[in-house]
Structures are given as structure tokens and as C-alpha cells.
């Protein structure tokens, strides 16, 4: 079996590149959870957990994958026109630690043409300090997590992603779901379950609309000895 930080340890973020944001702390509103959205948009999960959200009165953040949503710009504008947020996922969801930090930027900054949003968050959770101060020179705020539903695992039942969840999200927790096939056979009856018992005690907060600031001539991200 494998096992995964569902909540994230204190000593990780301070083990992690500068920069990352892991909960509300000082940069969001602490009154609420941050609902956020892996992989998407998909043309048949993304508008079910969009039917969640709006029968909830629950808001969240999508960070899309830059090929998806250039595939389904409907999609993209049903996300924005029902009062929720985007985020950047990369354009062909690349692992951090597997690609030059060049490709890595560049890979954001084509996702970004598609994806009006300074928001981003490295998939795989997986990120180098290259790579995220490049990122930020650029105009991204780069986000993390620290409650994971683990519903991209189907060792795990919908029932388990759900208490994963429930068990460990607080006001500020910033909670990562995945709107993509493979997990929504436990994403779609976990977040039912989530919505359903924070109802009435708990508001499900968007990240703000933020988009990133255009730099005439962005920095040139050198490649470190020893990178892929």
C-alpha cells in the first residue's frame, strides 16, 4: 500500500523553495476552506464537479493543465462564469524535478495563454527552487497544499478521501481534489460528502481572481549543474 502525507508535515514547507504558499497563513482569508481542482478541465467530470459546487453554494479553485483547457474553452468560461477561479497546472503537466528549469517556465508561460491566472501549481506537487523563483520572476504565485483527498489513489475508497478531508481540513486548509477520470470515482462521492458535512459550518472559499503581472522581457532561467 502506499502512503501519502494526507496532512502536510510543518517541517515539509520549510524543506521546500522559497515562496510556496501552503494555507491561507498571511496572503488569503482564513474564514474558510480552499477547495482547489487538479488536471482539468474534462468535458464530462469538470461540469459534475461544477453541479456539486453550485448545489452546495461552494466555491474552488481549477488549476488546469494549459492542452485541456485550450481543448475546452467552454469549460474555462462555465469555470469563471459560476463565480470560481483558475489556476496554472502547466501545459502537458510536467514533473519539476524530471525537466530543465528553462523547458519548465517556458511550459508554464504557454499554459498561461490559455489560462488567464498568476495562480499555479506544480503537478506532482513536485517543484525546484529554480524553477519556483523563476516562476515568481515572472509573475506566478505558486501554490501547495495541506490536506490531500488522495482520491487519484484507488487503493482508497470515496468514503476514505472523504474522512481524509474531514479529519484534517481547518479554516485556511488549502484541499487538493482532482477533476480528471481517473479519480472521479472517489472524487465525485467524496466531495458530496465533504460539501455535505460543512454545510452551514463551513464556507468553501475561491482563491481571488489574480492574474499575472506581464514582464516586458522575463528573466532567462539558467540551467543548474546536474539538472535533467
Known sequence: MRLYAVKTPRI?????????????????????????????????????????????????????????????????????????????????????????????????????????????????????????????KVGFRVVMWDVLSCDFDPQYSARQCARFVIRHARPGSIVVFHDSPKAAPRCLPALEMVLRYYRNKMTFRAFPAFERQQVASPPTPLQRSGEA
Open 12 to 136: 515539509l514547507p520549510f524543506l521546500q523553495p522559497k515562496g510556496l504558499i501552503w494555507n491561507a497563513g498571511n496572503a488569503l482569508p482564513k474564514d474558510g476552506i480552499y477547495l482547489t481542482f487538479d488536471d482539468g478541465p474534462h468535458p464530462e467530470i469538470t461540469p459534475q464537479v461544477l453541479a456539486l459546487l453550485r448545489r452546495y453554494k461552494a466555491k474552488a479553485t481549477f488549476f488546469c493543465v494549459g492542452e485541456n483547457a485550450a481543448r475546452f474553452p467552454e469549460i474555462i468560461a462555465q469555470i469563471l462564469a459560476e463565480g470560481h477561479t483558475l489556476g496554472n497546472h502547466t501545459h502537458n503537466h510536467l514533473n519539476g524535478w524530471k525537466t530543465p528549469t528553462r523547458s519548465y517556465v517556458d511550459n508554464a508561460l504557454e499554459a498561461a495563454q490559455a489560462l488567464p491566472t498568476g495562480w499555479f501549481r506544480p503537478p506532482y506537487g513536485r517543484i525546484r527552487a529554480a524553477q519556483a523563483f523563476y516562476l515568481q
